[in-house]
Nanobody
């Protein structure tokens, strides 16, 4: 089970830290990812991280502003989002992959087989 938290309303230029609590499986055996879906748009990859946390990948438009991390001991995955923009408004989802490494396809939804319910992020003044 994956449960996201940390979403909310933030002004442009602000920051949020999303959290994903994992249970029911061995977290450190799985790559994890963050995705987002805005109204009327397809779900898009944000970032992914390997089982150990040593390898990460980001969608180009988010690299430098967003940071994915994980704490396997606490069974948590995080997404630190800085310099938020109105176009970052979306529901953000945590996802679990059956694979351990952050491969080239890890920013695509098909790389994952379990999803959380999502947390809403609104960026507005």
């Amino acid at each position: 089970r994956l449960v996201e938290s940390g979403g909310g309303l933030v002004q442009p230029g602000g920051s949020l830290r999303l959290s994903c609590a994992a249970s029911g499986f061995t977290l450190d055996e799985h790559a994890m990812g963050w995705f987002r879906q805005a109204p009327g748009k397809e779900r898009e990859g944000v970032a992914c991280i390997s089982d150990s946390g040593l390898s990460t990948k980001y969608t180009d438009s988010m690299e430098g502003r967003f940071t994915i991390s994980r704490d396997n001991a606490k069974r948590m995955v995080y997404l630190q989002m800085n310099n938020l923009k109105p176009e970052d408004t979306a529901i953000y989802y945590c996802a679990q992959s059956p694979f351990a490494t952050a491969q080239n396809l890890c920013l695509t939804p098909g790389f994952y087989d379990h999803w959380g319910q999502g947390t809403q992020v609104n960026v507005s003044s």
